[in-house]
């Protein structure tokens, strides 16, 4: 009897230090080949690459970055009617009330505070991954 390949939730990361992206793909890696990200640098490239090519099944959205702040982005994809339906999870080091409040004004679908330290990280992307690789294919 041969089983099914697992589900594979497919995320977008936007963030502009290398060294976050860097510590997200570790992050992830753990959950193998049910999880594939992918990485944008900033907000325009993010954009792009959402407008031509395939979406993900969740985009992780950093706040704090130069080009385009994570705000702009947000308000970019739900304005868009190719884009507005995709889900949105802010991560960032921020936890002020007033950005908590913004991202949720602008329809956010969750929002998180990146953890300190590398082993609280990957518990927060552990619990992400299993409350989206849920919502995704769970029946």
């Known amino acids: 009897m041969t089983t099914a390949p697992p589900e594979v939730l497919n995320v977008l990361l936007i963030d ?4 976050d992206r860097l510590l997200a793909e ?3 890696a753990e959950h193998g080949a049910t999880v594939r990200v992918r990485t944008c640098e900033d907000g325009p490239s993010a954009l792009a690459e959402l407008r031509a090519g395939t979406l993900p099944d969740v985009v992780i959205l950093d706040l704090n970055m130069p080009r385009m702040s994570g705000f702009d982005v947000i308000r970019e994809i739900r304005a868009s009617a190719d884009l507005r339906h995709l889900p949105v999870v ?6 002020s009330a007033t950005d908590v409040a913004r991202a949720y004004d602008l329809l956010a679908s969750s929002y998180m505070v990146k953890s300190r330290d590398f082993p609280g990280f990957v518990q927060q992307i552990d619990r992400f991954v299993r409350f989206w690789h849920d919502c995704r294919f769970r029946r």
């Open 16 to 19: 502009d230090d290398p060294a």
């Open 26 to 28: 570790e992050a992830f």
């Open 90 to 95: 802010i991560l960032s080091t921020s936890d």
